[in-house]
C-alpha cells in the first residue's frame, strides 16, 4: 500500500538533526542522542504504519498537527511513518477507506501505531457516533486490539474533553474524566499508552513522542495520568508570564478598562494554579503565542476534569494557596489591592494581613480554623 497524503519532499541529514535535537529537547534527553535518532528517523526502523480514528471530535488536533511548519516537521515525520488511515486527510472513501484500515490491521498486526482523536461515546451501545455502519467505540476496540502502541492526542481522546459534559457518556481511550473505565482492559493488555491532552494537542508533543517510540522502541516516562512528564510536569501559574502582576495584587476585575491590560487573570477564571503544562514556553502557530498571551484565561485543558467540572469558565472557583500563608480569600487581597495605598504591596503581604487580622479577630470570638480560612 503506498503513501497517499503529502508530497514527495527532498529532506537532507541537516533536516532530520533539526527535528532530532527538537524531539531530545523536548524529551529532556541529552543532545548526545540526536543523531542516533536523526539515523533512527532516516531509515524509519521499517517505516510502520499508523491508523489516525476520529470520534467526537472537532478535527482540531489534526489541523494542528499537520499546520505545524518548523521546519515541515511533519513532513519529516510522514516520510518515517506509513499513514494508512485518516478520515479527514486520506483521499479515499467509503468502502476503499474503510477497507484501508482492515489490510492494515491484517497486513501490520502488532506492529502498527494507533492515534485516536476525539472522545468515545458509551451510552446507547455507542450509537451517538457510528462510522461506516459501526459504533465508534466498535471500531476502536477492533483497531487497538492489534496495536503495538497507542497514542491519544487532546482532551477527548484522553478524558472525554467537551463532549463528556454531554449525554453521550463520552470518555477518553482508558479515562471517563479522573476515573480509568475499564472499557478496553481486555483489548488494551500491556500495550503502551500515551495521553497528550490540550484543546487542541500541540503538534511538537505528538512529534516527539513518535520520534522517541520510533528511535528506542518505548514511549517516554509517563505521569499518573499517562502523560509524559517532559511536557505535563510544570505547572501553569508557577511558570506564567504574569504571575508578576499575580503577586503584587494586580488582577483583571473588568475586561473594559484598558489599565487592566496584562494584569493577571485569576479572577476572571484562570486555571493556571492546578494545570499541569508547558503551553507558557511550548505555545501555539510556531510559537507565536497561547491562551494567556492571548488575554484569555487558562481553562486547564491539559487535566482530566476539563470541561464539565472546569466550566463556566469565566468564573472563579477556588481560593488560592500562597506559599508560607496558606489558602487565602483572593477576594479580600483584591480589595485591599482597589484601595489606592496598598497597590504594589503584593499579595503575600496582604494575605498575611488579612489573615492575621483575621486570627486575631477570631481569637477574640471563636476557635480558628483553616476551614474559616477557605
Known sequence: ??????????????????????????????????????????????????????????TGCSESFVNSLEPVTTSILLNSISLRYHETLMAASGYHAEGARQETIKQEKGKYILVIEGSIPLAEDGKYCVIAGAPFKEIVRETAADAAAIICVGSCATYGGIPRSGPTDAVGYLFRGTQKHHEYDDVTGNKPVVNLPTCPVHPERLVATIVHYLTFGTIPPLDHFLRPKAFYGFNQHDNCERRGQFEAGRFVTDWGDPSQQGYCLYMKGCRGPVANQDCWKRRWNQRTNYCIKANTPCVACSEPEFFEWFSPVYERQYDISVPGIGRVDIDKVAASVAGATAAGIGVHMLASHIKGKRDDSSADTEPKTEAKES
Request: hydrophobic content about 50%.
Open 1 to 58: 500500500m503506498r503513501d497517499f497524503l503529502f508530497p514527495t519532499i527532498e529532506l537532507t541529514r541537516r533536516d532530520f538533526l533539526k527535528v532530532a535535537g527538537g524531539a531530545a529537547a523536548l524529551l529532556g534527553l541529552s543532545q548526545a542522542l540526536t543523531p542516533q535518532m536523526a539515523k533512527a528517523l532516516e531509515e524509519s526502523i521499517g517505516k510502520p504504519a499508523v491508523i489516525w480514528l476520529e470520534g467526537q471530535d472537532c
